[in-house]
């Protein structure tokens, strides 16, 4: 199927590992050329050096850290210096930490709604106005399933990606009309660097292996293993293609059935 991405300019945040990464592969193997953020330079130009060889990509490396409305001013103004646009906006963000309410200060909250929800937010802003005017624009938030059911001890998660979900539904229908769509991906369990580190502090806590963690959230997936990330990196190109221009203001998770809701 050629999802109609050949030459399109694709930013994508928090690509230098994990599911950013997948996806910035698989758009990249599609034909776009890339603008990659993320905090780490060193690991970032590696991330941007292997997917340049792999696909014959322009990749544009900017270090970058989405907290930072500035930073995201600065990112955005490299991609249209580099390329002359945005076409694809693909927002993504390490989570927020785990825990319960009573866990977490203020400060906690303030960081993780700038990590979030903020920077999702500000990036729309900066691309938007070039999409509107090209009529052609695809904006995809890498979210979470806690947004349908939510997972035990990710208050923060749970709440701020929520918000998210809100935003982005919103503004879906707001800019439909200049031929922009926005959309939502729901990682499920997958095998990613922040996975390991989650399953670690939960069996840390319980005193039991990090295998046997695996184990528990294994058994609660109606596929009994967790995702890959070409997997999700896989649905994740179609959403921003040509062939999805009339799938706009949707939510859909990538996770082997662990939501059991009817939608």
Same mark, same amino acid.
């Given at each position: 199927?050629?999802?109609?991405?050949?030459?399109?300019?694709?930013?994508? !945040?928090?690509?230098?590992?994990?599911?950013?990464?997948?996806?910035?592969?698989?758009?990249?193997?599609? %034909? =776009?050329?890339?603008?990659?953020?993320?905090?780490? @330079? =060193?690991?970032?130009? +590696?991330? /941007?050096?292997?997917? /340049?060889?792999? $696909?014959?990509?322009?990749?544009?490396?900017?270090?970058?850290?989405?907290?930072?409305?500035?930073?995201?001013?600065?990112?955005?103004? #490299?991609?249209?210096?580099?390329? %002359?646009?945005?076409?694809?906006?693909?927002?993504?963000?390490?989570?927020? @930490?785990?825990?319960?309410?009573?866990?977490?200060?203020?400060?906690?909250?303030?960081?993780?709604?700038?990590?979030?929800?903020?920077? !999702?937010?500000?990036?729309? *802003?900066?691309?938007?106005? %070039?999409?509107? +005017?090209? *009529?052609?624009?695809?904006?995809?938030?890498?979210? #979470?399933? /806690?947004?349908?059911? @939510?997972?035990?001890?990710?208050?923060?998660?749970?709440?701020? *990606? !929520?918000?998210?979900?809100?935003? =982005?539904?919103?503004?879906?229908? +707001?800019?439909?009309?200049?031929?922009?769509?926005?959309?939502?991906?729901?990682?499920?369990?997958?095998?990613? &660097?922040?996975? +390991?580190?989650?399953?670690?502090?939960?069996?840390?806590?319980?005193?039991? #292996? @990090?295998?046997?963690?695996?184990?528990?959230?294994?058994?609660?997936?109606?596929?009994?293993?967790?995702?890959?990330?070409? &997997?999700?990196? =896989?649905?994740?190109?179609?959403?921003?293609?040509?062939?999805?221009?009339?799938? $706009? %203001?949707? #939510?859909?998770?990538?996770?082997?059935?662990?939501? *059991?809701?009817?939608?």
């Amino acid at each position: 199927m050629d999802l109609g991405l050949k030459d399109r300019v694709a930013l994508v !945040a928090a690509a230098s590992q994990g599911l950013g990464r997948a996806v910035a592969e698989e758009l990249a193997a599609e %034909g =776009a050329s890339l603008v990659l953020c993320a905090r780490n @330079p =060193a690991t970032l130009a +590696e991330t /941007a050096a292997a997917i /340049a060889d792999a $696909t014959g990509a322009h990749v544009l490396a900017v270090p970058c850290d989405v907290t930072d409305m500035e930073q995201i001013g600065r990112l955005v103004q #490299s991609a249209d210096e580099r390329f %002359g646009r945005v076409d694809i906006l693909v927002t993504n963000a390490g989570g927020p @930490p785990a825990g319960q309410f009573d866990q977490l200060s203020r400060e906690q909250w303030e960081q993780a709604t700038r990590l979030t929800l903020f920077s !999702a937010i500000e990036l729309a *802003r900066q691309v938007l106005p %070039g999409m509107k +005017e090209r *009529r052609w624009g695809r904006i995809l938030n890498i979210t #979470s399933i /806690a947004v349908k059911q @939510p997972v035990e001890n990710l208050m923060l998660s749970n709440s701020l *990606r !929520a918000g998210l979900t809100g935003f =982005a539904r919103t503004l879906a229908n +707001e800019v439909a009309a200049y031929g922009v769509t926005v959309n939502n991906i729901l990682p499920g369990y997958t095998r990613t &660097e922040r996975l +390991e580190d989650l399953a670690q502090m939960m069996a840390d806590k319980q005193g039991i #292996s @990090p295998v046997e963690f695996r184990a528990k959230w294994e058994q609660e997936i109606p596929m009994r293993r967790l995702g890959e990330p070409r &997997e999700f990196a =896989a649905l994740a190109a179609f959403l921003v293609s040509d062939r999805a221009s009339y799938i $706009t %203001g949707t #939510s859909i998770q990538v996770d082997g059935g662990w939501i *059991r809701s009817l939608l």
